[in-house]
């Protein structure tokens, strides 16, 4: 039954209230995994059905058979003659192959289309595979972890690579996982993301920088579910499977080696390894059946080759003693690979189970780290200008536990020297902060250069409070801890130098490496005030902050640094080089903003960053300090403004910056599920995207709370939750 139609969750709704308040929130287990090489597909899909455990399993080991003997990929799309070998597939699933070769249309065309400023943004709009250039040549990227471009150029990606796990209604088997992936894996490298029913079913997540997609349960998932993976599969995606299989337990209880060896064949594909696998893969197995019998060891290894047509297969058997049964498969002419296993969802997740997660993960091409060292939290330095400003900071003490969690702990430098025994260590639920003179400035180790920072510091008050802390989890909650703590005086800039939890809008991952800007500040905003009366604006005055104090820095005419609605910072239309996250509460006549942000100064890894997009004939290099300097003063700038001169006289500098001049857009309503073009005006009283319809015509408002922007796609949708 093909696909009728999806109900999504909420919609793209109108802004109607004259009034609204700041809510821009930022921003068991038998393992089979399967490797192809990386893309993604278009849409297609079958009607959703509840399954069984049984049909669940059916369905997967099904997939995993056709997914390893599919036909050769040619141009990235299956070849008519190969498609006519795929009898293993449904009729509804070969309706997604037929589909692509087909142009797009109606609702399923999706693209961006800039009506009035196509010519001034001519020159962000290169091809899609090749890094976006200023008008002198750029410096190329060292460390980043490219694909290939033309010519063998490294391609910078877009996006950090993530990896997508799927525990159907299970977030403490999320986080279990999510927990030992962060050991297995290179730190600041990939993200991790919490793939959940909806989002399966949805296209979104089958992009580019999705390079493998875990799935901890098959039992709640329908045949839509699986047509998204076995398209994904298609387009050269990756999986691992940890969950219930029958293939390892059926090999294992075969009585006969012949039925051993037709039920690898038929994983493989009878009609290619038949000439592969015969005599003498029979006689492997019988050794490698007989070894284990005995010894309860074995580690065998079998390599073949179809001469006829080109395929190469491998075969492996391991088992030690304590630990579990592996079962390696590999079709190399395919990138295909599975791993079986008949350990537990515990041994995989916990203890040394994890070693078979790294196996899996290595096969399919993804780094793991090598002795990987724990990274411990720090304690936190603090420093003002002039020194006696904490003096002013009611609620401030000395030796005393403050604020929420983590709770805030501040001493004197001298204190700290003379008695290191009462300084408490740093942990998820107290941060120690030395208080640190200007004049004898922060331990040497410490890499962050506070001379530099407070020279080009120009503001009346903003960010004249510092607290630089070396490592921390995420520098939200030491930012809301210490306004609760201090809730009177506002501007006190926390910055990390790496965060082991950096979040971004929505409580996506966010990675923190060295030379990444990661900063909060508390700012406070009378409800009475122009901005009070408009406080969502309050984000965007960072977004134009933030661009403004970045191009006033470089050397370099148009430096193609924008604004990307409602909350990222982008260089010209393909990477994105930050992000902004914003939390409030009110309390009686004020606001309280924490409001944070993620900048890629100094760091290419792991996608791109500001120096990154540098002429290589310039020597200048930012830093870190000087950029959020200049990010405080910008702010504290035009913050006045907005109060001063109102908020047109803010939006028009705004605008200079942004990307979506009367750009075409496809709103998705999310009671219908109908897509709609409009025309991008501008953003409205509240700070919110107002669009007008091409086809009735009407003029409404979208909120960036409870929708997903895919700008650069022209896609506004509700979220998948």
Not at 87 to 115: E, W, Y
Not at 230 to 246: E, R
Not at 601 to 617: F, G, H, Q, R
Not at 656 to 662: K, P
Request: glycine share 8%; hydrophobic share 35%.
């Amino acid at each position: 039954m093909l696909l009728r139609g999806l109900r999504p969750l909420g919609a793209a709704v109108a802004s109607t209230c004259s009034r609204t308040p700041l809510t821009c929130e930022l921003a068991h287990a038998k393992p089979i995994v399967c490797s192809f090489r990386r893309g993604y597909c278009d849409q297609g899909s079958l009607a959703d059905s509840e399954s069984g455990s049984q049909a669940g399993s059916d369905r997967m080991y099904d997939f995993f058979v056709d997914a390893l003997i599919r036909a050769p990929v040619v141009g990235g799309l299956v070849d008519d003659e190969a498609r006519s070998r795929r009898r293993s597939l449904s009729p509804g699933t070969l309706s997604i192959i037929n589909g692509l070769d087909a142009k797009t249309s109606g609702t399923g065309a999706i693209s961006l289309v800039n009506t009035a400023a196509l010519g001034a943004h001519s020159r962000l709009q290169a091809d899609h595979g090749q890094r976006r250039r200023s008008c002198t040549p750029t410096r190329r990227r060292l460390f980043s972890i490219p694909g290939k471009g033309k010519e063998g150029d490294a391609k910078p990606a877009m996006k950090p690579p993530t990896i997508l796990v799927y525990t159907a209604n299970n977030p403490d088997l999320f986080q279990r996982i999510f927990a030992s992936l962060r050991q297995i894996l290179p730190k600041d490298t990939y993200t991790i993301t919490h793939l959940t029913q909806k989002s399966l079913i949805a296209d979104h997540w089958q992009s580019e920088n999705a390079v493998c997609v875990l799935l901890a349960d098959t039992k709640t998932l329908g045949d839509l579910a699986w047509s998204k993976l076995q398209g994904y599969f298609i387009h050269s995606g990756k999986i691992i499977f940890l969950c219930q299989n029958s293939l390892l337990a059926n090999l294992t209880n075969c009585s006969s080696t012949k039925k051993q060896a037709s039920l690898l064949r038929s994983a493989f594909g009878n009609k290619q390894a038949s000439l592969s696998l015969g005599k003498d893969f029979e006689q492997f197995l019988k050794k490698s059946m007989k070894t284990l019998g005995k010894t309860k060891e074995v580690s065998d290894t079998f390599h073949a080759k179809d001469v006829v047509g080109g395929y190469k297969y491998s075969v492996v058997i391991h088992k030690k003693k304590d630990q579990p049964l592996l079962l390696y498969m590999e079709n190399r002419e395919n990138n295909a690979s599975a791993l079986f296993s008949d350990a537990t969802s515990d041994q995989l997740v916990t203890g040394g189970g994890s070693v078979l997660i790294a196996d899996a993960l290595q096969r399919l091409g993804i780094d793991i780290a090598v002795d990987a060292e724990e990274i411990q939290l720090t304690q936190g330095y603090m420093m003002c200008e002039p020194d006696r400003l904490t003096w002013s900071m009611t609620g401030l003490g000395y030796g005393e536990e403050m604020g929420l969690t983590p709770k805030i702990y501040v001493q004197p430098s001298d204190h700290v020297q003379t008695h290191p025994d009462l300084f408490p260590t740093a942990s998820s639920t107290i941060l120690p902060v030395e208080l640190v003179k200007r004049k004898t400035g922060f331990p040497s180790w410490v890499k962050f250069d506070s001379n530099l920072y407070f020279s080009n510091l120009k503001s009346k008050s903003l960010g004249k409070a510092l607290l630089y802390i070396p490592v921390c989890e995420s520098t939200m909650p030491i930012s809301r801890s210490l306004l609760d703590a201090v809730p009177t005086y506002d501007g006190i800039l926390i910055v990390a130098g790496h965060q082991t939890k950096g979040v971004g809008r929505g409580g996506n991952q966010w990675l923190c490496p060295e030379g990444c800007a990661m900063f909060t500040f508390n700012f406070n905003i009378p409800l009475m005030s122009v901005l009070g009366q408009s406080a969502t604006f309050v984000q965007h005055i960072l977004a134009v902050a933030i661009v403004d104090a970045v191009r006033s820095l470089v050397e370099v005419e148009d430096f193609q640094l924008s604004i990307k609605w409602p909350n990222d910072i982008y260089y010209g239309r393909q990477f994105k080089i930050g992000g902004i996250i914003v939390t409030s509460n009110i309390s009686g006549d004020t606001m309280h903003c924490v409001i944070g942000s993620g900048l890629n100064v100094a760091n290419s890894k792991p996608t791109v960053c500001i120096n990154d997009m540098l002429p290589e004939a310039s020597d200048q290099v930012l830093t870190v300090e000087e950029v959020l300097a200049e990010v405080m003063n910008k702010f504290e700038y035009y913050v006045n403004l907005f109060e001063n001169r109102g908020k047109e006289a803010f939006l028009k500098r705004y605008y200079d910056f942004w990307l979506h001049t009367r750009e075409e857009v496809t709103v998705q309503n999310g009671d219908t599920g109908l897509q709609e073009r409009v025309v991008i005006r501008g953003l409205d009283h509240h700070g919110f995207l107002e669009v007008r319809s091409k086809q009735s015509g009407k003029v409404f408002s979208v909120q960036d709370n409870g929708n997903t922007f895919d700008m650069m796609k022209g896609l506004i949708r509700p979220k998948q939750v």
